[in-house]
């Protein structure tokens, strides 16, 4: 299989940063020791531990890695946008600060990406230190009128098919995503509305709509230590994240909806933040 890699160097790997500093620098020796990596974008928001040091030091070893430091936090998408459009590959891979590529995850993506012949939005197979599999790897768009109906169809996620190497998918997870630039700049990036979570349902939605292929990579599995970053601070997570589903709701699916349906949805996240952010400060606490 590796014969029919292309090793062609396009694709600049964009790395939104904050307290990262426990994973970044396996991240980024990854990253830079990865086939088909022309260039690597740091974007760090406003990190205040050892996160900097160590993307310096990284920059200082490596021309293609540069850093763009913001004095604040503008939120994950706003980031993202920084990084693409700060470089000009052809092929943009967004990479978490906590997601340990192999040498050949980006080149074997590529292959996938150039064998649709066709604009295209890739993931991977998604794994947890502990071996289980993420199932935000793969998953449909959220239907919030049956959301009201059925709890069950909060559940976002979507089997794995073996019989598939390249599986179409609604969406995939933001945690690592490959695309062609030319996509990234005629959907316009991500939506900088977002702050964290649903951004990436959201673009896969828009690439969609563009007429891309939304898939996932079977055959290519990475470990990803979820959470890293956001365990120091549940209840701002657990807020952005209900805003971020209120915000995809508005844009996507509320004009199809009666104003009884609009308000139930209203009730379903808002009324569910409390218990989410005790929840999630519980486990952050224990």
């Known amino acids: ?81 920084q990084g693409a459009r700060a470089a000009d590959a052809g092929w943009i891979a967004f990479v978490n600060p906590d997601c340990m590529v192999e040498s050949d995850t980006l080149s074997r993506l590529h292959a996938h990406a150039r064998a649709l012949g066709t604009d295209s939005l890739l993931g991977t197979d998604l794994v947890g230190e502990d071996g289980v599999h993420d199932p935000a790897a793969r998953r449909r768009d959220p239907d919030f009128a049956a959301m009201l109906r059925r709890a069950a169809a909060r559940n976002l996620s979507v089997p794995s098919d073996p019989q598939q190497a390249l599986q179409p998918v609604d969406a995939v997870s933001g945690a690592l995503m490959l695309l062609p630039r030319v996509l990234f700049n005629r959907i316009d990036g991500f939506d900088e509305g977002y702050r964290l979570h649903a951004e990436d349902l959201d673009l896969c939605r828009r690439a969609r709509e563009a007429g891309a292929v939304v898939a996932v990579a079977n055959d290519i599995v990475v470990v990803h230590v979820r959470g890293v970053s956001s365990r120091a601070r549940p209840v701002f997570v657990e807020w952005h994240k209900h805003r971020g589903l209120w915000r995809y709701f508005r844009r996507f699916e509320a004009r199809h909806r009666t104003w009884p349906v609009r308000i139930g949805v209203w009730a379903m996240v808002w009324l569910r933040l409390p218990v989410a952010a005790a929840r999630a400060a519980a486990r952050a606490a224990g």
């Not at 690597?40 to 531990?49: F, G, K, L, Q, T």
Request: hydrophobic share 40%.
């Open 1 to 81: 299989m590796t014969d029919a890699v292309p090793n062609l160097a396009d694709i600049v790997a964009v790395v939104v940063t904050h307290q990262s500093g426990s994973t970044i620098d396996a991240c980024l020796t990854r990253l830079r020791a990865a086939n088909g990596v022309a260039q690597i974008r740091i974007v760090d928001n406003a990190s205040s531990d050892t996160t900097l040091g160590i993307v310096q030091r990284h920059a200082s070893l490596d021309p293609r890695v540069r850093f763009i430091g913001n004095p604040d936090n503008p939120g994950f998408g706003v980031a993202c946008n």
